[in-house]
């Protein structure tokens, strides 16, 4: 069985499908599950951990550091 790690811990569910599918682009598998205990009642989404095979976890995070720098040089300067 692969030991999984978590590579990043995402504000939403919208963030976390935003760094699995980039993670799925660069080929790298991942599983997402609730970063802490969330009232089923509450209305917003809970944090949620992103995790990737142990031995995937360098190529996962060279994957989300050129995600978050294609989005810097994106985004509008103010």
């Given at each position: 069985?692969?030991?999984?790690?978590?590579?990043?811990v995402?504000?939403?569910?919208?963030?976390?499908?935003?760094?699995?599918?980039?993670?799925?682009?660069?080929?790298?598998?991942?599983?997402?599950?609730?970063?802490?205990?969330?009232?089923?009642?509450?209305?917003?989404?809970?944090?949620?951990?992103?995790?990737?095979?142990?031995?995937?976890?360098?190529?996962?995070?060279?994957?989300i550091?050129?995600?978050?720098?294609?989005?810097?040089?994106?985004?509008?300067?103010?």
């Amino acid at each position: 069985m692969t030991r999984l790690v978590q590579v990043a811990v995402a504000g939403d569910v919208a963030e976390a499908e935003l760094i699995q599918g980039m993670l799925t682009t660069a080929g790298i598998d991942s599983r997402v599950e609730p970063a802490a205990e969330h009232d089923p009642e509450a209305h917003d989404d809970p944090p949620l951990k992103v995790l990737v095979a142990e031995s995937e976890i360098d190529d996962a995070r060279e994957a989300i550091e050129a995600l978050a720098e294609l989005e810097e040089s994106e985004s509008p300067e103010a």
